[in-house]
């Protein structure tokens, strides 16, 4: 079992910054060996894709919304996936959560507990 925890989520002014971490754990699991992604889910909406790490960190996917905006990296060393937030808008306010993924495409394998992040106007 891989345990996956955010943090860093929080109340912000639109056009402001967040960063997110997710640090995962768990023994027998090698994090480089899992694709990590970011997950939102809004009040009253389904969970939808933010972008996604690969492997090695030189690959990266995000979603239109957030294409520009948003930055995802990983630091294979300290277990930690990372969402560099920029350009708030507060259609952005959701539920983030953290994924592990053992293939490029498809239904994660593991999730986070999420985080709150709420951008103001």
């Known amino acids: 079992q891989v345990q996956l925890v955010e943090s860093g989520g929080g109340l912000v002014q639109a056009g402001g910054s967040l960063r997110l971490s997710c640090t995962a754990s768990?023994?027998?699991?090698?994090?480089?060996?899992?694709?990590m992604g970011w997950y939102r889910q809004a009040p009253g909406k389904g969970r939808e894709f933010v972008g996604r790490i690969y492997w090695s960190g030189e690959n990266t996917a995000y979603a239109e919304s957030v294409k520009g905006r948003f930055t995802i990296s990983r630091d294979n060393t300290k277990n930690t996936v990372y969402l560099q937030m920029n350009s708030l808008k507060p259609e952005d306010t959701a539920v983030y959560y953290c994924a592990a993924s053992s293939s490029w495409i498809g239904t994660p394998n593991y999730w986070g507990q999420g985080t709150q992040v709420t951008v103001s106007s």
């Open positions: 768990g023994s027998g699991h090698t994090f480089s060996n899992y694709v």
